[in-house]
C-alpha cells in the first residue's frame, strides 16, 4: 500500500525532529519511506497559543495493515518525546495519516484520510507537492480546497532513507 504520512514538529529542534522521524519510520519493520515534500513552516491551528510548526509530508510504502502503521507511527512519535498532555498542543513530533491508496476508514483509533488535513495549510501545501492532484476516496478534489492558516516554504525535503 501507498500512504501518506503528515509530519509535524513546534517544540526543540524542529528540523532534527522531523528527519529523526523519517529516520525511525525507515527502519520500522513493513515500512519504506519513498520520497518527502519540502519543509513548511505553518501557524498553529486550534489549540492552545503555541510556537510555529515545521510540517512536512513523506510519502511510505506499507505492507503493514492501517492499525499497524498507525502503531508505528505511534512507536516513532513515543521515541521522539511526543506527550499527549493538552489536545492540539505544543508537540516535539506529531504523524497523522493522511491517505492510505484509496482507503476510507473511520473507527474509535484511526480515521483515514484524516480529517480535516484538506482544510489545513499544514497538511495540504506539502502534500500537494507530492500529489498535485489528490483526490479522497469519495472523489473529492483537494484541489478545489481553500486552505486554513499560513504557510510557507522553509527548507528542503527530508532525506529519505536509500
Known amino acids: 500500500?501507498?500512504?501518506?504520512?503528515?509530519?509535524?514538529?513546534?517544540?526543540?529542534?524542529?528540523?532534527?525532529?522531523?528527519?529523526r522521524a523519517?529516520?525511525?519510520?525507515?527502519?520500522?519493520?513493513?515500512?519504506r519511506v519513498t520520497r518527502s515534500s519540502r519543509i513548511w513552516e505553518t501557524d498553529?491551528?486550534?489549540?492552545?497559543?503555541?510556537?510555529?510548526f515545521l510540517n512536512a509530508v513523506v510519502e511510505v510504502i506499507t505492507d503493514l495493515q492501517p492499525h499497524d502503521l498507525l502503531t508505528a507511527c505511534n512507536r516513532v512519535e513515543a521515541v521522539l518525546g511526543r506527550?499527549?498532555?493538552v489536545r492540539w498542543g505544543p508537540r516535539t513530533i506529531d504523524i497523522d495519516i493522511l491517505l492510505i491508496d484509496a482507503l476510507s476508514i473511520?473507527?474509535?483509533t484511526l480515521t483515514v484520510p484524516h480529517p480535516p488535513h484538506h482544510q489545513r495549510a499544514f497538511a495540504l501545501m506539502p502534500l500537494l507537492e507530492l500529489?498535485?492532484?489528490?483526490?479522497?476516496p469519495n472523489g473529492t478534489r483537494l484541489l478545489d480546497a481553500t486552505p486554513q492558516g499560513e504557510a510557507h516554504p522553509f527548507a528542503p525535503p527530508l532525506t529519505v532513507p536509500a
Open 1 to 19: 500500500m501507498n500512504a501518506l504520512l503528515g509530519l509535524g514538529s513546534n517544540l526543540g529542534d524542529r528540523l532534527a525532529h522531523l528527519q
Open 22 to 31: 523519517v529516520d525511525l519510520l525507515g527502519i520500522e519493520p513493513g515500512i
Open 44 to 52: 498553529p491551528v486550534g489549540g492552545p497559543d503555541q510556537p510555529e
Open 83 to 85: 506527550t499527549r498532555d
Open 106 to 108: 473511520d473507527d474509535d
Open 131 to 136: 500529489t498535485p492532484d489528490p483526490k479522497l
